[in-house]
């Protein structure tokens, strides 16, 4: 219980600066799993294909077990559920990734949004966004909404 307390009080009350290493990268693995659990409500499906998708990738990007994903999700939903807009989470991950992190970032984003095989445009204009606000260009924004159509039709 202490721990996660500092935690949360490292990684919302202190200044950037001043977090441990440890504290930023999970501030930026929440951050990054916040925005792709915003894409699983974005249409008025339950999301359970889109939320399974969303597991996936961050076990797949960060090296986690189902139990750490899991977690790691729970506290990217609180602060999703928190947030009025994604701009607090694309802020610190533009501190924190490199240009390629990023654009990886949205093709996960289109790999959620066509995880249910139909991409709906409340899903297109957050993805969108997303990408505006990370500097993504637009040639690398279109390159990863075509992998991850090709992907989905080749069953993955």
Known sequence: MLSSI????????????DRTPEAAEDAVRRAA????????????????I????????VRECFGMTY???EALLGCAEAE??????????TS???????????????????????ADERLGQHEEDLTRRISELLNIPQ???IQ??????????NGG
């Open 6 to 17: 500092r935690t949360f009080f490292n990684t919302h009350l202190s200044r950037p600066g």
């Open 33 to 48: 799993a916040a925005l792709l659990l915003e894409m699983t409500h974005m249409e008025d499906s339950s999301g359970t």
């Open 50 to 57: 889109e939320r399974e998708t969303v597991v996936a990738l």
């Open 67 to 69: 139990s750490q994903a």
């Open 80 to 89: 999703r559920k928190g947030s009025t807009e994604v701009f607090q989470f």
């Open 92 to 114: 610190l991950i533009n501190e924190h990734y490199q240009q390629d992190d990023k654009i990886r970032l949205v093709a996960a984003l289109w790999r959620v949004a066509n």
């Open 139 to 141: 040639s690398a924004f």
């Open 144 to 153: 990863a909404k075509l992998q991850a159509e090709e992907a989905q039709a």
